[in-house]
């Protein structure tokens, strides 16, 4: 596997072209010494479940996977907690404003955007509410799908972690 930093070459302190590997989770220039720690960028993904027990999930209106279905749920933003996040992503792609908001588990992922690698920890939260009533697909959702647990297929969501994650959630 490639050290995740391969795709930078140049430093982003000095601008020097002598930006090297220096161990598993950095590189280091050697013009000006500045080390550069590689780690994952935070996001989260919601299971957001109504008082009938059913499934709220997003069909991906965006490369990766457009057209597959995923959770709602996005990066986290500088000075936001994953709660935080979590509340502001599932109302920019469903119209839903949820309060109760529990954490359940994370994944490592890699994540492709725009040709670039972004290695990421997605955090995984339930969110129950009382209704989908007023829910629409708006921001990188193109469609809304309610599903039943049990109708619910893994293989069907595009992306990595979400794949690995739904059995473990369905699975509680």
Known sequence: MRHPLYQFQFCPVCGAKAFVEHNEKAKKCMACGFVYYFNPSSAVACFIKNAK???????????????????????????????????REV???????????????????????????????????ECLV?????????????????LRPEDVNPEDFGLDSIRKAVPAYLRK
């Open 130 to 146: 009382d209704d989908f009533n007023n829910v629409h697909a708006e921001d990188d959702a193109a469609e809304i799908v309610i």
């Open 53 to 87: 027990g059913e499934l709220l999930l997003v069909r991906r209106g965006k490369e990766p996977a457009k057209g597959t279905l995923d959770l709602p749920g996005g990066f986290v933003d500088m000075f936001e907690s994953g709660e935080e996040a979590a509340r």
């Open 91 to 125: 109302r920019e792609e469903t119209g839903l404003h949820i309060q109760n908001c529990r954490y359940l588990f994370s994944l490592p992922n890699l994540y492709m955007y725009s040709g670039f690698e972004v290695h990421t920890l997605d955090m995984f939260y």
